[in-house]
């Protein structure tokens, strides 16, 4: 059966620090990978996602950027964090069977920016 | 853009009754699937339900179903004889496009389970 992970579950970092969340899953190959951002409780923001290796779209100019080095993992980062870069981050994978590109969605990471 | 509407921001429902969310969304798309999901307090979005858009049978899953309404663009969740562990923020989603393309996410109507 396929996993996710994420971490660290939560992060407490000085405004002008450096980011950098890991997201990998296990059990499947090729997946899409996304980076999604909730704020106060609310809706999904989608950052960025990935259909293949290197292949990164950004939805949302801003302080962060995505890279994956391997197959299976998604990596968010940012060299200088902003106050408003707090929030809840979600990483979720999916793998299109032709129809639809259900996702599944990781255990995610609260960062505080202080 | 493709975009999807959560009207009510907040609901609350006794335990055991039934309580309905609406969502309504814009495509152009002729042939796509529709998707609630369900972020309890932990915070974990699982998958509570998914219909595809050229079936005619609304989607079921046990208390949970769907009211799909194709020329309206809605897709309504309802679930029946709700219980405490239904609180949460509801999400409906679809895809931005065709193909492999991302979900679009409302904003969620939150959920409060009165006993």
């Known amino acids: 059966s396929q996993t996710i992970h994420q971490w660290p579950a939560t992060l407490v970092q000085p405004v002008g620090s450096p980011l950098s969340l890991e997201c990998t899953v296990e059990g499947t190959s090729n997946p899409n990978l996304y980076w999604y951002r909730q704020a106060a409780g609310r809706g999904l923001q989608l950052l960025f996602y990935?259909?293949?290796?290197?292949?990164i779209s950004s939805e949302v100019p801003q302080n962060l950027s995505a890279s994956r080095p391997q197959d299976r993992q998604f990596i968010l980062s940012s060299k200088k964090l902003l106050l408003s870069d707090s929030g809840f981050y979600l990483c979720?994978?999916?793998?299109?069977?032709?129809?639809?590109?259900?996702?599944?969605f990781g255990p995610g990471t609260r960062l505080t920016v202080l | 853009a493709q975009t999807v509407t959560q009207s009510q921001p907040e609901m609350s429902v006794q335990e055991a009754e039934t309580v309905t969310l609406s969502c309504t969304y814009d495509t152009s798309e002729s042939d796509y699937y529709l998707f609630w999901y369900k972020q309890p307090p932990s915070r974990q979005m699982i998958l509570v339900i998914r219909q595809e858009a050229y079936k005619q049978q609304n989607a079921t899953e046990n208390r949970f179903s769907v009211n799909f309404q194709k020329a309206a663009k809605s897709f309504s969740l309802k679930i029946s004889d709700s219980q405490l562990g239904d609180a949460a923020m509801y999400f409906c989603a679809y895809p931005e496009g065709s193909g492999n393309t991302p979900l679009v996410f409302g904003k969620g109507t939150r959920l409060s389970v009165i006993a």
């Open positions: 990935s259909v293949g290796i290197g292949q």
């Open positions: 979720a994978w999916s793998v299109f069977n032709g129809g639809y590109n259900e996702q599944f």
